[in-house]
């Protein structure tokens, strides 16, 4: 049974419009989240997390938004750009645990 | 520093063998997280380190699989008696605790079973 899911395999954009990014969750006992990028032939890199305490967190064109009553977070990259096209990854722990468990993962391609 | 890395990168053994994996970590990182990633799926934890204790295992880890960390730097995962289902690409982290716990990944090492 997967906790951490991601429903949507891949997702097409059009460059310079917004990616929405969604990731749901069935552990109540997570707080802390994490979003990865990664490109082929190479490890993942760390883009964005989150705390509990937020329901929002922004790093430039990354936003992280948090709905822990729905289980639900999403990852907003506004503009997208084609360096953006990889497989983003939501990750999960229970108190900044030690344990992450990651989602299967949403390829996104951004068009030029 | 150049990151984590992790060698070999790739990895073709036969079904049967023993195969080892090397990991280094960000040097100032006292956590070290072993993870399997197959395709289509994302990565699965197998092990944890704080400096050199083992911490905490996966039931994805079967006693064909042993980590360790000796002097609570680099990590080595071996695979005895490797079977076809063991291709995989195995992902080692780093991470210290503070502020909030980030983990970096390394490259990954691709072991294919034959």
């Known amino acids: 049974d997967q906790q951490v899911k991601q429903n949507s395999p891949s997702l097409s954009v059009q460059e310079g419009r917004i990616s929405i990014l969604n990731c749901d969750y069935t552990n109540s006992m997570f707080d802390y989240f994490l979003w990865y990028k990664k490109y082929p032939a190479e490890g993942p890199t760390f883009l964005i997390s989150?705390?509990?305490?937020?329901d929002k967190n922004e790093d430039g064109r990354f936003t992280v938004f948090l709905n822990k009553s729905a289980k639900h977070l999403s990852l907003h990259i506004v503009p997208s750009q084609p360096g953006d096209s990889a497989v983003y990854f939501c990750a999960a722990s229970e108190t900044y645990g030690q344990n992450f468990v990651f989602g299967p993962g949403t390829r996104l391609s951004v068009l030029p | 520093d150049t990151g984590v890395s992790q060698d070999p990168r790739h990895k073709i053994t036969k079904r049967g063998q023993n195969v080892t994996f090397r990991c280094d970590p960000i040097?100032?990182?006292?956590?070290l997280y072993w993870y399997r990633q197959t395709l289509g799926q994302g990565p699965e934890f197998l092990t944890y380190f704080q400096n050199e204790a083992q911490l905490e295992k996966s039931r994805l880890l079967s006693d064909r699989f042993s980590a360790e960390r000796p002097k609570g730097s680099f990590s080595t995962l071996e695979i005895q008696r490797t079977e076809q289902g063991d291709s995989a690409m195995y992902l080692c982290?780093?991470?210290?605790?503070?502020?909030?716990?980030?983990?970096?990944f390394g490259p990954g090492t691709r072991l294919l079973v034959l």
């Open positions: 982290a780093s991470s210290s605790p503070q502020p909030l716990e980030t983990q970096y």
């Open positions: 989150i705390s509990s305490i937020k």
């Open positions: 040097s100032e990182h006292n956590r």
